[in-house]
């Protein structure tokens, strides 16, 4: 997959229907294009997805986990 994408082939790289896609753009969840070439960095859209999944930077995952296991 290349680093940037359009709006049409980011949408499909990450599994939505445009129209949520771009809604979820537009509310700040996932982050806008990039303004000097107005493509979309999929670096930035993966790691917005992994803060919304609850996942954030791997040492916070795995501590979730140990929480979790702790339980």
Do not use: Q, Y
Not at 15 to 21: D, V
Not at 35 to 52: Q, S, V
């Amino acid at each position: 997959m290349r680093r940037l994408a359009n709006e049409k082939e980011a949408a499909e790289a990450i599994g939505l229907e445009l129209a949520t896609f771009r809604s979820l753009v537009e509310c700040g969840k996932l982050p806008k294009p990039l303004p000097e070439c107005g493509k979309f960095d999929m670096k930035a859209i993966d790691a917005a997805l992994d803060r919304i999944s609850g996942l954030g930077t791997p040492a916070k995952a795995l501590d979730a986990w140990r929480t979790n296991k702790a339980r």
